[in-house]
């Protein structure tokens, strides 16, 4: 019985559970985005390099680093809270 009402109910819930299966994907790719430690990692070598060329001062640098080193931080911490549940 239950896979005979599966399918009957398959026109009105194919759709939501389509819906909700492209919206968790979106909250996947996103957060991969958002918490990617290897997008902070090659920001922190380009502040680094602007330093050595010249570019920007230390103090731009120190605060850009602090700034980056804190994010990293945030990430780290939020993979492993994700990596605990």
Aim: charged residues 35%; aromatic residues 4%; glycine residues 6%.
């Amino acid at each position: 019985m239950g896979i005979l009402l599966d399918l009957l109910a398959l026109p009105l819930t194919g759709p939501i559970n389509g819906t909700i299966w492209i919206a968790e994907k979106l909250q996947e790719q996103a957060e991969n985005e958002i918490y990617d430690e290897g997008k902070v990692r090659a920001k922190l070598m380009e502040m680094e390099m602007l330093l050595d060329l010249g570019d920007i001062s230390e103090e731009e640098y120190l605060a850009a680093e602090d700034e980056l080193l804190e994010r990293l931080k945030d990430i780290r911490a939020y993979k492993a809270a994700r990596a605990a549940e």
